[in-house]
């Protein structure tokens, strides 16, 4: 279901802006709010939603999605109530692309064909495995493209040209670049390269979109003058967990407009 | 024959695998600090000067090689020729300095300026620290909360020997939270720090390099039971948390097929209890901490794929993955793996300590409660070689506690 999301990126550039891309853990605070929450991101202007699966060791994560994964498993959240969630989530008319983002191990314990099936009866439409670099990234994306699901590779500051070179086999939607060398959350984005970014849509034949560190609509603002997407996530988590459950949903939308406000190029 | 000769003849993995088992399971941004690492090691592991310098800090600073002692008095009590290999004697008192020595060569050799560890019941984090000092570097264990309490005197030792121990209050607050941790700061910090990993698990290379650099337990043992006993051995037990002192024993016995392999994991409160770390023994093939191996992983559509609480009394092997040589050999059938609980390790610990007059560590207990098993196989003139890969001061408020001596 690259079509979709290839969209989503084509419609923002021809409306000269970046795509803005959500990320929320699924099950924070609890499931049946976290789909709430995902339908009102929606609504208010995400153009990709990436939906986080709870993982018991996310040992790519800052504290803060540390702990909204702790808060999701402890509710009751797993990866088959994430793709049920997605299913809901289309039930509702909610059509805005939805990327699954998670570590490998409960993919690999349902089964990769198993889990490629489900992703895409339930409507995802890629998958995001932080765990899966491009050398062990075939035994998920063959199973995946056997049902139409693709997979969105990380790039980060340290990747050589060679490895992002193999990028383009992939035909990626899209590639997420990683503004910084930590952990998600940890640091406030530092300015990124416009050359190493058209390098990477050069090389992998993809629109790229940046996340880590990127927090308020001014970071956006900035992001979005030299890039095809901008990544939110831990700003929108920490949204969840700064009050009741009841009141997440109009939270985090509301950062969510005013980040989709600050994505237009001047 | 040479160090580089003895460790060239090793099994290589094949594109980063045992078998199906092992690889690369990492975020993007470590994967260029791995190829670096492996590219280190290839070229240190062939490199005589390398080993020369490891071999000289093993010999006149950990004060190899260890012994391979004659247990006559367990032997009568187990009922075959038991040889106790003696990796207590270390300085810091486990085999896990074995492993850092090496891996701190190879850091000074890639200008690393910053050492990382991860540590459970503190012996790798003491040798980690042990070795910063040594060779001046500044260096931070990360340990799970649970695991500083359970092991305060191994955090002042740390502390002593100047690193800063991190405890680490996510998930179960155990060693592989520790090891999360020290991924985070590794991702981090990744140009100038070295991650020191204390087993035979995480990404290739390490399973590699740090079972060839624990292999000198069983190249030595090798010699040392060919001098004494003037034949190879009938069977090898160790016991596996991660798996390194037993994969260091087993590999240099790997093309003798005569020579059987005995792995004993921490079966806790009994494997059929729920609470236990037998990876091998109970667990199914997953990946955690960047290799694909065995884990203890649930099962159920409510906690799909996440990993679940290990149990054992020791520090050291309540952990729910393993390497994935081990796996590799379970699956080939080359080593066997069996499982001791709690009590039963520490009713072997006192069983050495009557008999023999030495204090093991609870980790090496497990393995010394399966000689009556391996005995009953290879029969009273049967030739045993034991790891005994600790000692036990750093566990004895634990047993003090079991025993009723203390609250
Ligand atoms: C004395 C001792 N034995 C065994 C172990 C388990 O590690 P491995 O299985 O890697 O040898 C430990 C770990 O801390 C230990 O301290």
Redesign the pocket.
């Known amino acids: 279901m690259t079509a979709q999301l290839r969209a989503a990126f084509d419609n923002a550039a021809k409306e000269n802006r970046a795509a803005l891309v959500a990320y929320l853990t699924f099950g924070d605070p609890d499931p049946k709010t976290s789909i709430d929450i995902v339908e009102a991101v929606a609504q208010a202007g995400a153009d990709v939603i990436e939906l986080g699966v709870p993982f018991s060791d996310p040992s790519a994560d800052g504290p803060s999605i540390q702990r909204a994964m702790e808060r999701a498993l402890i509710a009751g959240a797993s990866l088959p109530g994430a793709i049920a969630a997605v299913a809901e989530l289309r039930r509702r008319g909610v059509k805005t692309p939805i990327v699954l983002f998670g570590y490998y191990n409960p993919m690999f314990v349902m089964g990769p064909a198993t889990f490629a099936e489900r992703a895409a009866r339930a409507g995802i439409d890629a998958v995001l495995t932080v765990d899966l670099p491009i050398d062990e990234l075939d035994e998920l994306a063959g199973p995946l493209a056997t049902y139409g699901v693709s997979v969105i590779p990380l790039v980060a500051p340290t990747s050589t040209p060679d490895r992002i070179a193999r990028l383009a086999g992939l035909h990626a939607p899209f590639v997420y670049y990683i503004s910084l060398t930590g952990v998600t959350g940890s640091r406030a984005a530092a300015p990124v390269d416009p050359a190493r970014l058209a390098q990477i849509r050069t090389a992998s034949g993809s629109p790229v979109a940046v996340g880590f560190g990127i927090r308020t609509p001014d970071d956006a603002r900035r992001f979005s003058a030299v890039t095809d997407g901008v990544v939110v996530g831990t700003a929108l988590v920490d949204r969840v967990a700064a009050g009741d459950a009841a009141g997440a949903p109009a939270r985090v939308a509301e950062l969510v407009r005013a980040l989709a406000a600050a994505m237009t190029r001047s | 024959m040479s160090t580089a000769d003895e460790i060239a003849k090793l099994i290589e993995p094949t594109r980063g695998r045992f078998g199906e088992f092992g690889g690369q399971y990492v975020a993007e941004t470590l994967m260029p600090a791995i190829a670096q690492l492996e590219t280190a090691w290839r070229v240190a592991r062939d490199d005589a000067s390398y080993w020369a310098e490891v071999d000289d800090l093993l010999k006149n600073y950990v004060g190899r090689p260890s012994l391979l002692y004659h247990a006559r008095r367990l032997s009568a009590e187990v009922g075959a020729d038991v040889y106790l290999k003696r990796e207590d004697l270390n300085h810091t008192g ?3 300095i074995n492993n850092c020595i090496g891996q701190a060569v190879l850091a000074r050799r890639m200008g690393k300026r910053r050492l990382i560890a991860e540590t ?2 503190g ?2 984090g003491v040798a980690t620290a042990t070795v910063a000092a040594l060779f001046g570097l500044p260096c931070e264990i990360y340990m799970g909360a649970e695991d500083v309490v359970r092991q305060s005197l191994n955090v002042e030792r740390m502390k002593l020997l100047g690193a800063t121990v991190h405890p680490v209050e996510s998930g179960t607050r155990t060693l592989k939270d520790a090891m999360n941790e020290a991924l985070r700061d590794w991702v981090t910090n990744v140009s100038d720090t070295f991650y020191l990993i ?3 698990a995480g990404p290739h290379p390490y399973p590699w390099m740090v079972r060839d650099l624990q292999s000198v337990i069983g190249r030595e043992a090798r010699r040392q039971i060919l001098d004494i006993a003037g034949r190879l051995p009938d069977a090898l037990v160790a ?8 994969a260091g024993l087993f590999a240099p016995f790997v093309d003798e097929a005569s020579v059987r392999f005995v792995g004993v994991e921490a079966a806790g409160e009994g494997v059929e209890s729920g609470r236990h770390a037998a990876t091998l023994g109970a667990g199914r093939i997953g990946v955690l901490h960047g290799s694909k191996s065995y884990v203890l992983t649930h099962e159920d559509d409510e906690r799909m794929g996440q990993i679940a609480h290990a149990h054992s009394i020791s520090a ?2 309540d952990y729910p993955g393993v390497g994935p040589e081990h796996a590799a050999w379970k699956v080939s059938g080359r080593a066997v793996y069996v499982a001791r609980t709690d009590d039963q390790a520490l009713a072997a610990l006192e069983l050495l300590a009557r008999t023999e007059g030495i204090l093991c ?1 609870l ?2 207990a497990h393995a010394v409660a399966a000689l009556d098993e391996v005995a009953s196989i290879v029969g009273k003139s049967g030739v045993i070689i034991v790891g005994l ?2 000692r036990g001061d750093k566990d004895m408020v634990t047993v003090a506690q079991r025993r009723g001596a203390l609250p």
């Open positions: 486990a085999h896990k459970g019941a012996q790798h204390g087993s035979v016991c596996v948390g991660g798996g390194s002192n037993a050291g092997l560590a980790e090496t890969s600790g």
